[in-house]
């Protein structure tokens, strides 16, 4: 009966008790199932004694997201109790779980393992904020369009998108910095000069330590380039870099880019080379200081569009595109080789790529391709297959292969819902910690286009079980069409998607958040304002180290397209 009364005193105070008979109590902190706890928390347990505490050993007390993969941080110790200290904040409304096991202590009893489990406090999107230049929010020649995100250093968000400045189009930057919650007035950031003309759509990337590169595609001297920017934290950083070769004429346009683990960048586009429009590639090499030449990344075979390019695991780069005749375009793959001593690589030996294969199946028409790095190595890449009402989204993982060879890649797979018989549209993919990946799409009910209603679809691949789950909606199904999914994931394995969606007051940009521990999305939330906006689309995302996710759009205020954000702290 003694026993018991302990144990009832424990929960009484919010400590979690593990006892089993000849055993000695662990009290875990927090109490096992607590819930709103901070995300700064340094969860711990309460051994019998001083001595227990000290004979700890880093890994006998970690902590666990939803996906199984454990925080990074640090053991501490003080008297009789033991905590863990993350290295960064925790991720929001997300279910961790504390696993403590203890060593035998010579003449002790036993201490049992001890699973203990408990979920952060949950926060709400912040108003929508508009962070382009608000004094020229009522001129209609200064429309803002084509916004794109990246999460930088120490929380930092960087926003780009390309602006008329009453002269010309311009690339604009602003940055959000979490200490004071506050948007930076946008910079341009683009090539300046009597030479430089308008600069388009630009995209953003952010590397492991928080470096942000920005590429974007500028017209000069009567032809479109690609320049590339390496950003520091205030915005300024070096001057742009026309990456692409100027002994080409065509107009290059559609940069990509991508960063691997050793900041190394990728940028991909596509330009007419005088017998085609091909794929072609440069790169930032971190070793190296200066970025690489341009080089041809297609072998000819017809025209070659939309490329995108996400880094392996290896330290290289995978790229896709489509290519081919219209109506018979399929989807290619080229890798680039990480960097091997062993291969005689140094910081200025230019950058290798294998020539590209087929992805797509013979006979199908592939188009629109996405791609996505998987933490365990290989990647995943998704197209649209198909014409007409019978476009389907098809999927295919690629694993490594031997240096020099094809990536490995399963068997393709098509997307499928019984209540969704029309085209299929937009893929987009993410992949967390532990190689779980979601894929997300837009998707019509009905074969004939003038009945047809849009939703967003979402499907998760297992890495456990290797299996894809059942697409579910996304969307309001009491709205109208839905479309352009993005998606996030966050440390932790909680996955953020946003997409615009048509309803009384035009199209507005919604969000829904996946829980990995309940294996389960969310209802969708709206996230822009439609007390000051009718048409508000293209959302991008971006998510930090501990897990808040920011969101931004461009809308129409009465006058122009503006851009707005709001932020998931």
């Known amino acids: 009966m003694r026993k018991l009364h302990v144990v009832v005193a424990l929960l009484t105070l919010g400590i979690t008790p593990l006892a089993l008979a000849g055993t000695r109590a662990v009290q875990c902190m927090p109490a096992d199932g607590a819930t709103q706890v901070d995300r700064v928390v340094q969860p711990g347990v309460r051994l019998a004694s001083a001595q227990a505490a000290a004979a ?53 009893l036993p201490v049992m393992p001890v699973r203990s489990s408990f979920t952060t406090a949950c926060g709400d999107w912040t108003p929508p904020t508009g962070i382009d230049d608000a004094r020229t929010a009522r001129l209609t020649d200064r429309p803002a369009s084509g916004v794109q995100l990246a999460s930088g250093a120490s929380g930092t968000v960087a926003a780009a998108w390309f602006q008329n400045d009453g002269v010309r189009n311009a690339i604009e930057l602003s940055r959000f910095t979490p200490a004071t919650e506050f948007w930076s007035a946008p910079v341009a950031i683009d090539l300046r000069g009597p030479e430089a003309g308008a600069a388009n759509i630009p995209a953003l990337v952010a590397d492991a ?4 590169t920005a590429v974007w595609f500028q017209a000069l001297q009567g032809h479109n380039t690609i320049q590339g920017r390496r950003l520091a934290a205030d915005g300024d950083g070096s001057a742009p870099v026309r990456l692409d070769n100027p002994a080409l004429s065509g107009n290059a346009t559609n940069p990509q880019l991508a960063a691997n683990a050793a900041g190394d960048v990728a940028v991909v586009w596509q330009q007419p080379d005088g017998h085609h429009t091909g794929i072609f590639a440069s790169g930032f090499r971190v070793s190296a200081g200066h970025w690489q030449p341009a080089m041809a990344l297609d072998h000819g075979g017809g025209n070659a569009y939309n490329p995108v390019v996400v880094a392996s695991a290896d330290g290289g780069f995978i790229a896709a595109w489509q290519q081919g005749a219209r109506g018979h375009e399929a989807v290619m793959v080229a890798a680039q080789l990480p960097d091997d001593a062993a291969h005689g690589a140094t910081g200025s030996t230019p950058w290798s790529w294998t020539r590209p294969w087929r992805l797509s199946p013979a006979g199908a028409r592939a188009q629109n391709p996405v791609l996505i790095g998987n933490p365990q190595g290989g990647a995943a890449v998704a197209w649209v297959q198909g014409s007409g009402a019978l476009r389907r989204i098809a999927v295919r993982q690629l694993a490594a292969g031997q240096r020099n060879a094809p990536l490995t890649a399963s068997p393709v797979r098509l997307m499928q819902s019984p209540a969704f018989r029309g085209a299929a549209l937009a893929p987009a993919l993410v992949s967390d910690a532990a190689g779980n990946i979601t894929l997300a799409w837009e998707q019509a009910d009905v074969a004939a286009p003038a009945q047809a209603r849009y939703a967003i679809l979402a499907s998760r691949f297992d890495a456990a079980t290797r299996r894809w789950s059942t697409p579910a909606q996304l969307d309001d199904p009491k709205q109208a069409s839905a479309g352009n999914p993005v998606l996030v994931a966050d440390g932790a394995g909680n996955v953020t998607a946003a997409w615009y969606q048509d309803g009384p007051r035009g199209m507005q940009v919604q969000a829904a958040r996946y829980d990995p521990s309940i294996a389960r999305w969310g209802a969708a939330t709206l996230l822009s304002d439609t007390r000051t906006t009718v048409e508000a689309s293209f959302p991008a995302l971006a998510v930090d180290a501990a897990g808040s996710v920011t969101a931004a759009w461009q809308q129409y205020n009465g006058w122009r397209t503006v851009v707005m954000a709001s932020r998931l702290p």
């Open 56 to 108: 700890l050993t880093p890994g006998r007390l970690q902590l666990r997201t939803p996906i199984g993969t454990v925080v990074t941080g640090l053991l501490k110790v003080s008297g009789d109790t033991a905590t863990f200290e993350p290295a960064a904040p925790l991720a929001g409304c997300t279910r961790y779980t504390l696993d403590f096991s203890a060593a035998r202590t010579p003449g002790a």
């Open 209 to 212: 330590h928080g470096q942000v």
